[in-house]
């Protein structure tokens, strides 16, 4: 009973995942199954729901996600993280830096398809070089997603850090390897390459960097001396994006050296966003635009994705089939690769797939860094497989916005995917050395 169950119970949350049934909805009904399946008394059901979702850490979990949604919502609608944008790619000038480093910091915006956000403006500074559409597609995905793995306020890594206890500057301290091979892979197999032909001027816009170009070429002379006028433009730049790009950084300083918890520093962030916007006279998203950013139904769906990982930590059936194909001679490590590789090809989703995994092996794994080490095995398989998913919403929108096909895409990645997976084999080794 209990382990059909439990197959039952992962076998809804897969095909529901597919379907693109939200996660709160996929979670809720995995967390039954399992419940109704457990064989346990229906009043110590409830009470490990209640205690799940009493639980501090669990609080914590969605209130962080909750102020993700409402900071994202308020940079995006008071124009700031536009102008810190402008900014930080007037101030670095060259067109391949700010190629990268503008997806990246769209990509510390957690909105589902976030990559529609910055393919516009990958395709506005990519056009000096001449970049052909799916070398742009790639791009934009790749320096994106990068940030999944040292950026604090990532949603998966805040996700992991509730479901494993490490906390999440130890997880970036074991796992920031794989951004290194995704940036870097992606620099080598994207941008290298390419000719620079074209840097930005500093001070102007993506857009007008050719224009830029076309009027030095015609001879004429500045008004001031040009070493100066630069060193100006690009003070002005950097003014502007640590000015709109504030409530960010002081946010992300405030939560590193006070310690504060993520949510509480969000707050921090929202409140000086806040006060920008009335000292910049910037527009208030309304309550609806709030309403919708605050994603409810994410910050619902991590009540149950506790309480699923309670459940699971109970059933003695995953613990059986682990110590039976370690039997087999199949490494656990290796497992933790390879399902989380299959499960999140299927659903498209990083946390869904880390919220199921997590609890199955990392439990068990004994030392603390047997626990890490199953920890970054499984988070970056999982963040492989959602990164390549054909149904992964950042690449299905990429392509739609680029009018290119996924073949494409894969064509230009595929380095990055060698990266990936030569990292996880390091882990892998390094695991088995334990």
């Known amino acids: 009973m209990v382990a059909a169950g439990v197959i039952l119970a992962f076998g809804t949350l897969l095909f529901l995942s597919i379907r693109g049934v939200r996660l709160d909805i996929v979670m809720f009904t995995a967390t039954a199954i399992m419940a109704l399946t457990s064989g346990l008394p229906a009043a110590e059901v409830l009470s490990v729901i209640w205690r799940s979702f009493s ?3 669990t609080c914590e979990l969605a209130a962080a996600v909750l102020t993700i949604g409402l900071f994202s919502t308020v940079m995006q609608a ?48 990519g056009r000096p070089l001449a970049l052909s559409a799916d070398q742009k597609a790639a791009i934009n995905l790749v320096f994106r997603h990068g940030m999944f793995f040292v950026f604090p306020f990532s949603t998966s890594l805040i996700l992991t850090s509730k479901l494993t206890g490490f906390s999440v500057p130890r997880l970036i301290a074991k796992m920031w390897p794989m951004s ?15 000719p620079p032909r074209e840097h930005l001027s500093a001070g102007s816009s993506p857009e007008s960097a050719g224009e830029v170009a076309a009027t ?6 500045p008004e001031q001396p040009l070493a ?21 950084l002081l946010a992300l300083a405030f939560g590193i050296a006070l310690k504060l918890p993520l949510w509480l520093a969000l707050c921090g962030g929202i409140g000086i966003a806040v006060v920008l916007a009335i000292q910049k006279k910037r527009p208030f998203p309304s309550r609806a635009l709030l309403l919708k950013g605050a994603n409810l139904s994410l910050v619902v769906a991590m009540f149950w994705i506790m309480a699923f990982r309670s459940f699971v930590e109970m059933t003695p059936v995953f613990r059986t089939v682990v110590d039976k194909a370690t039997a087999l001679g199949i490494p656990p490590a290796l497992l933790a690769i390879l399902i989380p590789l299959a499960f999140g090809y299927a659903n498209a989703s990083q946390q869904a797939t880390i919220s199921v995994l997590i609890p199955i092996f990392v439990p068990a794994a004994g030392s603390d860094a047997l626990r890490l080490g199953f920890t970054a095995l499984i988070y970056g398989s999982s963040f492989t497989a959602y990164f390549f998913s054909p149904l992964h919403m950042c690449q299905v929108l990429t392509c739609q916005y680029y009018d290119v096909n996924l073949q494409g895409i894969y064509k230009r990645n595929w380095p990055v995917l060698a990266g990936l997976l030569l990292v996880l084999g390091i882990f892998y080794l390094s695991l088995a050395r334990l």
């Open 228 to 248: 100066e006028s630069q060193g100006h433009t690009r003070l002005s730049a950097l003014m502007e994006f640590l000015i709109y790009g504030g409530p960010l």
């Open 216 to 221: 030095q070429t015609e001879g004429s002379q």
């Open 78 to 125: 008071t124009g700031f993280l536009d102008k810190a944008v402008s900014g930080l790619t007037s101030f670095l000038g060259n067109v391949k830096a700010a190629l990268m480093a503008v997806p990246a910091l769209v990509g510390t915006m957690p909105v589902l398809g976030g990559a529609a956000l910055s393919a516009p403006l990958v395709d506005k500074i």
């Open 180 to 194: 290194l091979a995704l940036w870097g892979m992606g620099y080598f197999a994207l941008l290298h390459r390419v």
């Open 55 to 57: 639980d501090r850490g």
